[in-house]
């Protein structure tokens, strides 16, 4: 398994797809945000801060990271969505597969090691999501540190980082597809249907819905979401890890 | 001592017979050249013998092992290159060439002086920093070559080495793999550059429709004409009712 993380750990450092998803994420989320929480606490005034008042709760620290909440939920799934993709479609669209076998390092085993390198990757980012998230409230003039906003901003961590590992689900119909398309197909089919669940209130019982309206929920002081409901999200990515490595020990090329 | 063995080997896609109860055996020290049109089922063979697709029937052996279900141990030495050579095109020559050696097994201690030894071997130390992505057809040829031979495998297998390499490639592949033999590696290669081959294999077969159609001497004269011959026999075979091998 070192060998094979390592050489992944590599790919994974020289890739322009994870630097670009990287700094968008680590970036803009907050960025936006912080943007949108001042044009409703500004003049107030216009159609656009009309839009934005109907998506945000309370005021400051609290508005900000119920704001970030949302837009993680999907805004995480997409950019680390992609480099899932990225890293298991690459092999069968660069055509590197066919080197993979025939070694003595297990194709399982490379599987795993790019689930473990890509999680790491993804939960590295959710993280520096909310340390800058943190850095820009502070520069930005949204008020001290209290309680409430620490609560928030920890909601807004365990949203993070449960939707980046809902995401390493997109591994395995990128693989079975064998290329981009079939996970980036995957990854809108999981965003509509998400919506869709919300929409005719299923979303608890919907592991790729449930974290983020246990945090729309939790911000605006309601439990729609239960634990072992939310607990649904690392279970179904444990399931989707463990069938992707079987899946990549026994194929064979087409 | 190491050997490549098929037996009886057949695969399909469906009504294509690609591979058609197959035997071949390439034992230690030896090149074995198989030679074909497009879609004599060269590829598909190799496939097999490495385990990327799985035989309708029949077997295929490394060192005396099933290849589905050879342990690591066997595996690691083996070296190959089918259709696309071994590659990252954001990772440079160097990192490429760590990354197909610790795959391969080559411990992280040994790995600065494989390397170097395998960038000398290849004559690829002017690119070794440089992106794979921005090589020519021909270097990315030789980097996919160095990286299917970097950890000095037993059994190699190399569909068409010399593709896409100019001159001095197409030497340095030939020397490297009369020397590869002479040190015990068995070697199964396949081209369709009859003249190129007869240089360096010790035995020739030529393939039809998923069959060893014959064999062709090394040594002999005119091979394309005997290389023709053999398929329009087949052919002919095939016509009238089967072909013989």
Known sequence: MREALSVELLKLRRSPVAWTAGLALVILIPALCLGLVSVVEGSGAGPMAEKVRALVSGTGWVAYSGLIDQVATSGLFVGVGIVVIWCFGREFSDRTVGSLFALPTSRGTIAGAKLIVVTGWSLFVSTLVVLVAVGLGLAGDLGPLNAAALEELGEVLAVALLTSLLASTLALPTSVGRGYLPGIGAMVLVLVSAQMAVLFQAGAWYPFAAPGLWAVAGSQGEVLVTLPQLAMAPVLALVGAGVTVRWWQGFELA | ?245
């Not at chain 2, 342990?71 to 990252?88: D, L």
């Not at chain 2, 010790?202 to 011959?229: Q, T, Y």
Request: net charge negative; aromatic share 4%; glycine share 10%.
């Open chain 2, 1 to 245: 001592m190491m050997s490549i063995v098929a037996e009886s080997i057949t695969r399909s896609y469906g009504d294509d017979l690609a591979v058609d109860h197959l035997d071949l055996e390439v034992g230690p020290g030896e090149i074995h050249a198989i030679v074909g049109l497009n879609g004599a089922g060269k590829t598909t063979l190799m496939r097999m013998l490495m385990g990327m697709v799985k035989p309708d029937s029949g077997r295929a052996l490394i060192d005396g092992v099933d290849v589905v279900s050879a342990p690591p141990a066997t595996w690691t030495q083996v070296g190959h290159m089918i259709e696309t050579p071994f590659g990252y095109p954001e990772l440079t020559v160097i990192e490429n060439i760590r990354a197909a050696a610790r795959l391969r097994g080559v411990s992280a201690g040994d790995l600065p002086s494989t390397t170097t030894a395998v960038i000398e071997r290849f004559e690829l130390g002017r690119w070794a920093h440089r992106r794979a992505r921005a090589l020519s057809m021909g270097n990315r040829q030789r980097l996919g070559l160095a990286c299917a031979l970097v950890h000095r495998p037993r059994i190699v297998v190399l569909d068409e080495p010399s593709n896409s390499l100019d001159p001095s490639g197409v030497v340095l592949v030939r020397d490297l793999m009369r020397h590869e033999a002479a040190g015990g590696a068995a070697m199964l290669v396949s081209s369709h550059h009859l003249d190129e081959m007869a240089r360096v294999a010790h035995r020739i077969s030529a393939l039809h429709r998923g069959r060893i159609i014959g064999a062709i001497d090394p040594d002999g004269v005119d091979l394309e004409r005997s290389f023709f011959e053999m398929v329009h026999g087949a052919e002919v075979g095939l016509r009238e009712g089967g072909i013989d091998a």
